[in-house]
């Protein structure tokens, strides 16, 4: 069965009014005006960075110059953030608007090709296992007709010839279609676990996720890891 791709055709041969019609509708966007916007704050961060560079901390006073440094970097670093938001906000909104009606007609599709890919795959895999088995009973009959003609050979005391097995082709691993489609075939070794318990320790891998939960929970030795204290800072700017 053959799709009718006209009407699709069709609407991407219209005129570029109609495709500027819906761009209308997105904000035009200047880097320029948002570089402008954070303008204001390049001489103050430089500034900050200066000082956090040159800063040594080795008693009370640099410690607490170091706090206020700190918290005014992260006093322009809030600060920041809010502002490219708000220049964002009505771009975001409108690109997730776009991807959420979008992807209802990719779900749908994907999963046609996912279904499909399937089908397909199950097909070339059954044909590539009858190829080998048509191969294997090709290898033996052709090993049952060499030792007979061995052995007729040996009574006879003659040299023997050599049966060599039919070569079985493979089938080809790519499929055209008339309109220019094309499907890759690619046969590859995978696993599943049956046995989590059988499965050797050189496959295992730790679980840091599950550690950092246990020492959360108050744990303190594991064989195998060391559970050490750590020294960490956080600024608050209220």
């Known amino acids: 069965m053959s799709l009718d791709f006209s009407q699709v055709a069709e609407s991407k041969a219209k005129p570029k009014k109609q495709k500027s019609k819906s761009l209308a509708l997105v904000p035009k966007l200047d880097i320029r005006k948002a570089q402008a916007q954070f303008a204001e704050y390049s001489k103050a961060i430089d500034g900050v960075v200066e000082e956090a560079q040159a800063l040594q901390v080795i008693d009370d006073p640099s410690n607490k110059l170091a706090v206020t440094i700190g918290t005014q970097a992260k006093k322009l670093y809030n600060e920041i953030e809010k502002k490219r938001k708000e220049i964002t906000e009505d771009s975001n909104t409108f690109v997730k608007s776009v991807n959420n009606f979008a992807k209802d007609f990719t779900v749908r599709l994907k999963d046609i090709e996912t279904n499909l890919k399937q089908k397909i795959s199950n097909y070339q895999y059954k044909q590539e296992m009858a190829r080998r088995e048509a191969e294997r009973m090709a290898r033996e009959e052709a090993a049952k007709l060499q030792k007979r003609l061995d052995e007729e050979a040996r009574k006879k005391h003659i040299e023997a010839p050599v049966v060599s097995a ?73």
């Open 166 to 238: 039919p070569v079985i082709p493979k089938a080809d691993k790519v499929t055209r279609t008339e309109d220019g489609g094309r499907s890759f075939q690619k046969m590859k070794w995978t696993f599943e676990i049956l046995d989590e318990g059988r499965v050797p320790r050189e496959y295992c891998q730790v679980n840091p996720s599950a550690i950092r939960q246990a020492i959360t929970m108050g744990v303190r030795e594991i064989l195998g890891v060391r559970i050490f204290e750590e020294s960490s800072t956080v600024f608050r700017t209220s």
